[in-house]
């Protein structure tokens, strides 16, 4: 499973707390966009139990933009993040790649898809860290970065749970064939 | 300031509410993020914006943005938008269509709307396959594309879009891949600006009934040259790339038509006269 965020060349400065909690922000609402987007095809294409799986991990990386939204007090992050910078490839790290979904996707492959976004999350924060001047800029990306830690790990506890589908899992005993 | 000088320009405020059919995975999907982020970075205000299409699957993307749209008639979305154009030259007029519906049924409204260079942008989602009706071959599918309707292949060399937009005097030429929606976007917002008739050939699979297609992310380059603006020049570039180059690869100075409506030649009382008996 591919993510759009591969290296990490391209990603917003951070200059400020300011600048990082709306960055933190972003990552986790753009997330829940590109969530829901998924969980809309699926629910198009009569894949149920993808479609609810999608709106769960929407659920839970709103959760974490609320949080970071409380934690940053009185900044208006929310304005805040809609000037972040840009990204390699156009989307943030924990933006689920489109181009590797399926109709018949399984469990499996969505949080291969959410394990791909948060390791790329964690490699983001780390950066921030080992980049960082500001004392407090630095705390505050090891935060970030002891929860994208802990993101990674629940998708490894998850994928215990939801074990890899066998090679046929996308074969369709009513498939779509071409016109004859 | 005025309400329209504090329009938030957001990618989301240029969807609709109508959720897309497209299959999951395919690149349709990242030409409608393109196509919002880049209405987004112009500023534009959707209701200056009119999206038109013909049929196939990428003739449905004017419903789910919130601009002006028009669903048109098989192949004729050119026809439409130049039909719009001239009464509203000051629309932004982006016109969708596919491989199939722009090159085939289209392809002679394609070849009169390069050489007519009108200000309107045209954008060509190709999977080079008829998505929507179950997989034919279109003008752009490869020789050997094997199925049970070409059999061993159609054996017909594809059509080079690219070339001919030159060849028929498009003013703006670019190729870009759907999976890498921001740098599609920043072409179509330059092919937007820039005046005069823009093709953008957008390539974006169809993991249904192309499932290779899925390696094109893999097979994408940047163009090795920049665009230039000796057609000639491009032409020969053109002819010779792999169809994996993406980026601008022309721009030329040639001046738009705009047709002068509301002045009429023809004076209509004495048009009556020659008519009366």
Redesign the interface.
């Known amino acids: 499973m591919?993510h759009a965020v591969t290296n990490l060349a391209d990603t917003p400065e951070i200059s400020s707390l300011a600048d990082l909690f709306a960055t933190a922000y972003r990552i986790e609402t753009d997330a829940v966009?590109r969530y829901r987007?998924?969980a809309?095809?699926?629910?198009?294409?009569n894949n149920a139990e993808l479609a609810a799986m999608f709106r769960d991990l929407a659920r839970a990386e709103g959760l974490h933009a609320e949080e970071i939204r409380r934690l940053a007090g009185d900044t208006d992050i929310a304005a805040r993040a809609?000037q972040v910078g840009?990204?390699q490839?156009?989307?943030s790290p924990e933006q689920a790649d489109?181009?590797?979904?399926?109709?018949l996707?399984t469990p499996w492959h969505a949080l291969q898809m959410a394990l791909a976004g948060e390791e790329c999350a964690l490699a983001f924060f780390q950066s921030v860290v080992e980049k960082a001047n500001d004392p407090k800029i630095k705390a505050l990306a090891e935060e970030f970065v002891n929860e994208e830690t802990e993101h990674v790990e629940l998708c490894h506890r998850l994928l215990r749970k939801h074990k890899a589908p066998p090679d046929s899992w996308a074969q369709d005993p009513d498939p779509?064939?071409?016109?004859? | 300031m005025s309400i329209a000088e504090v329009r938030?320009c957001?990618p989301?405020d240029y969807r609709s509410d109508v959720?897309?059919?497209?299959?999951?995975?395919c690149?349709d999907?990242?030409v409608l993020?393109s196509f919002t982020?880049a209405f987004a970075e112009l500023g534009e205000a959707p209701e200056n914006i009119a999206v038109i299409s013909g049929i196939g699957c990428s003739s449905r993307i004017p419903a789910y943005t919130n601009c002006y749209g028009f669903h048109g008639v098989h192949g004729r979305s050119l026809a439409l938008a130049a039909g719009l154009k001239v009464t509203r030259p000051d629309l932004t007029v982006i016109v969708a269509s596919g491989d199939g519906d722009g090159y085939s049924i289209g392809g002679n409204h394609f070849l009169h709307a390069c050489r007519r260079n009108l200000d309107m942008t045209y954008v060509v989602m190709d999977n080079r396959v008829y998505g929507m009706?179950?997989?034919?071959p279109s003008p752009t599918t490869e020789p050997d594309f094997d199925?049970?309707?070409s059999p061993g292949g159609t054996g017909l060399s594809p059509f080079h879009p690219l070339v001919i937009a030159l060849a028929s005097g498009a003013n703006f030429v670019a190729r870009a891949f759907?999976?890498?929606?921001?740098?599609t976007?920043s072409i179509l917002v330059e092919a937007i600006r820039h005046p005069g008739f823009s093709f953008v050939e957008v390539l974006s699979?169809c993991?249904?009934?192309r499932p290779d297609e899925?390696e094109w992310?893999t097979q994408v380059r940047p163009a090795p040259v920049e665009a230039t603006d000796d057609p000639g020049r491009a032409a020969r570039r053109l002819m010779s790339d792999d169809g994996f180059n993406i980026g601008i690869l022309y721009r030329g100075a040639r001046r738009p038509y705009r047709p002068e409506f509301g002045r009429s030649r023809v004076d209509l009382n004495e048009l009556e006269r020659e008519f009366e008996l």
Do not use: N
């Open positions: 591919t966009e987007l998924l809309d095809q699926m629910e198009t294409h809609a840009t990204w490839g156009g989307d489109l181009s590797s979904a399926h109709y996707m779509p064939i071409g016109q004859e | 938030t957001r989301a959720k897309p059919v497209w299959c999951p995975g690149g999907h990242h993020l982020r009706t179950k997989g034919q199925t049970a309707l759907s999976g890498d929606h921001k740098g976007a699979p993991v249904t009934f899925r992310k």
